[in-house]
């Protein structure tokens, strides 16, 4: 299943950049208060208009925590690093990119009745408003999920769990991938401390995330403000559980039929990124129970090395995996 670079493409043209909003259904009533109307940003292919009878692949780029879509365009260096890759020969696609910020800075691409159910909302929502919206190929073997940091945890988590929707899966730098141990006692003592949204928002970074995947993982419609469980007390035990369940490494053998199903699977992350051991772990159980994953450690830490990677390596994976022919796709 391969798409190729056809000399009708013009390589050398421009991205053209849309904006639109999708209305969610899927996180509408959430606790947190998560606008359900977010923002997205397409891409284009040059050929695009160019060809107004041909549809194209689609790859949607999730963005890590602590940012939205605008900053993830400058984190992969955006239009331009989409140009720049399809001049060098990959296949041109459609590229979308999804805002998934939220009250706590991040959605873990998860689902809770307090953040909302951001799995629905990319793997059904998004997809659908995008096919009806555009020429894709709406088609499983001409989607391709990707992601970096926290993205890359969704890629693995959604890619996982709805493998009728995407055909290949790019995991950049993933986190969040083993169980996750009992947070240091001064990081959850400051966190019972906060009692307001503006509390919050003096957080560090970590005390932030903390919250976040509390918000995801150990949701409690009971427990105002923020409706979340921390691991303390009477609670550890249980929190620290569902945390782990969460854990796409904890997950794999649930999910062997359906990781099989993929073209392809790539996992990438820096040699000099805390996150590499947990990275080539879950590489490690996916080769194991043959599936078809590949594994590749870069020099670079946890961002230096996006944008290059990103044009460079998961533009042209997809070319390579996805299905750009109409008469191959099995259009839904």
Known sequence: MTGVCTAQDDAAGKVRTERLVVDSHAIAGNLEGNAAERDVIVYLPPSYDAEPERRFPVVYALHGYSIDNDIWTNEIDTPAGIED????????????????????NGSMYSSSVTVGDWESFIADELVEKIDATYRTLAARESRGLAGHSMGGYGTIRIGMKRPDVFGALYSMSPCCLSARAQPPADLLERLEGVRTEKDAAALGFFERATLASAAAWSPDPNAPPFY????????????LARWAANAPIA?????????????????????????????????????????????????GDHVSGVADRFERHVLPFFARHLVADAETAAVD
Do not use: C, W
Request: aromatic fraction near 6%.
């Open 228 to 239: 979340l469980r921390l691991p303390v007390g009477e609670n550890r035990t249980e929190v």
């Open 251 to 299: 997950m794999v053998d649930q999910y062997v039929p359906e990781l099989r199903s993929y073209s392809a699977i790539a996992i990438d992350v820096g040699d000099k990124d805390g996150l590499r051991a947990d990275a080539e772990i879950l590489a490690r159980d996916l080769q194991h129970r043959n599936i078809p994953a590949t594994y590749e450690v870069y020099e």
């Open 85 to 104: 890759a399809f001049a060098n020969g990959t296949a041109q696609m459609i590229v979308v990119l999804p805002d998934s910020r939220t009250r706590h």
